[in-house]
């Protein structure tokens, strides 16, 4: 079976389940909460721009989303039919089902775009940051929210455990590197970085480059 093929089967069995233990205070919620509603922040969403919710899942942050600017365009787009039929009940965005790394809008067509604990579970991140790119316009903002290594060396240890514990149940690859990824799509440049959790979780503020006009020979 292919690894698009075990995220989607993966988050369809998950998803009935999804909202009840990302919302719950016992599992972090109200800090998930709070960094989704700060990563939704950084976006500086206006009135008739465009944002896609790039892994949206069952759509826990689409409310937040719309809520943050009432007259942005919401689109939510995930691999997995059982996530979207949960994030359709919450009907404030247009939902598309495909995959992130070849989705179905034109290039430079977005005005932003959000991953909220979706770089760490993507097969493949660096298609899926190449298509982002691809589909935002030039200046666009893309802000991942997600896990990765602290730089702290006491903090480094705890992720460590964790990260392999994560590994061995199959689950999300929390010790990614956002800056070796971003590393290989060139018009993406970091603007604004926040820690969270001993800096075990990060935001980022990425900003698509406007491109180079291309270069005319004389004649
Ligand atoms: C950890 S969940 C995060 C969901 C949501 N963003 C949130 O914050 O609750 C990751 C989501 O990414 C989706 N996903 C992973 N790889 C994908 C791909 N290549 N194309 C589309 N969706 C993908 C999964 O189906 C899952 O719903």
């Known amino acids: 079976m292919s690894e698009k093929r075990k995220i989607e089967k993966r988050y ?4 009935r389940w999804y909202d009840a233990v990302d919302t719950n205070p016992l599992f972090g919620g109200k800090a998930q909460e709070r960094w989704r509603r700060e990563a939704i922040g950084l976006l500086e ?13 069952t759509g826990l942050i689409l409310p937040w989303i719309s809520e943050s600017c009432k007259g942005a365009h919401v689109v939510g787009i995930d691999i997995s039919g059982k996530m979207l039929l949960r994030a359709r009940k919450k009907g404030c965005a247009d939902l598309v089902r495909g995959d992130l790394d070849c989705m179905p809008f034109k290039d ?9 604990f979706t770089l760490t579970t993507a097969p493949d991140p660096v298609a899926f940051l190449k298509d982002t790119a691809r589909v935002l316009k030039d200046d666009g903002i893309l802000v991942i929210l997600d896990t990765g290594k ?3 060396k006491g903090a480094r240890a705890v992720h460590a455990l964790i990260s392999k514990t994560a590994k061995l149940s199959g689950h999300t690859k929390i010790d990614r590197d ?3 990824l971003l590393g290989k799509v060139p018009e993406m440049k970091i603007e ?9 979780v990060y935001a980022m503020k990425i900003r698509k480059f406007i491109s180079l006009n291309p270069i005319i020979t004389p004649k």
């Open 192 to 200: 604004k970085e926040k820690r969270y959790y001993g800096g075990m």
């Open 150 to 152: 602290p730089k702290k």
């Open 12 to 15: 369809d069995a998950w998803s």
């Open 108 to 116: 430079s067509s977005l005005d932003k775009a959000i991953a909220t």
């Open 45 to 57: 969403l206006k009135k008739g721009e465009s944002v896609i919710d790039l892994g949206t899942g």
């Open 178 to 180: 956002p800056y070796a």
